[in-house]
C-alpha cells in the first residue's frame, strides 16, 4: 500500500495562484501512475492531470495550459501548479497512484476554494 499526504490547498481569488502537494509513502516502487483529481457536492471525481510512467502526462481540458503536474522522484512528492484559477476550479483536489491489479491509493484530499 501508498499512503498519501495532500497540502497546500487553500483560498485563492480569482486569476491567483497555488500548489498542491502530495507526499507519497510506502511501497512507492509499485506506483506506475500518479495523478490528481477534483470533486465537487454532487458530481462524479474527475480527473484534473496524470503522470504515467513517469513521461506520459494527461490534462482534462479544463486545465490545460493553466495547470502543470510535476514529480519528483527522489522525494516521493507530486505537485500541481494551478495558475490563472477559475472559480470553477473550486473543488477537494485528491492526489492518487496506480499500482499493479487495478490498485489505486487515495490521498485525504485538500480543499481549494476560488472566489470571485
Known amino acids: 500500500q501508498v499512503q498519501l499526504v495532500e497540502s497546500g490547498g487553500g483560498l485563492v481569488q480569482a486569476g491567483g495562484s497555488l500548489r498542491l502537494s502530495c507526499a507519497a509513502s510506502?511501497?512507492?516502487?509499485?506506483?506506475?501512475?500518479m495523478g490528481w483529481y477534483r470533486q465537487v457536492p454532487g458530481k462524479q471525481r474527475e480527473l484534473v492531470a496524470r503522470?504515467?510512467?513517469?513521461?506520459?502526462?494527461n490534462y482534462a481540458d479544463s486545465v490545460r495550459g493553466r495547470f502543470t503536474i510535476t514529480s519528483d522522484n527522489a522525494k516521493n512528492t507530486m505537485y500541481l501548479q494551478m495558475n490563472s484559477l477559475k472559480p470553477e476550479d473550486t473543488a477537494v483536489y485528491y492526489c492518487a497512484v496506480d499500482r499493479p491489479f487495478g490498485l489505486r491509493d487515495w490521498g485525504q484530499g485538500t480543499q481549494v476554494t476560488v472566489s470571485s
Open positions: 510506502g511501497n512507492t516502487n509499485s506506483i506506475r501512475a
Open positions: 503522470i504515467t510512467g513517469g513521461t506520459s502526462i
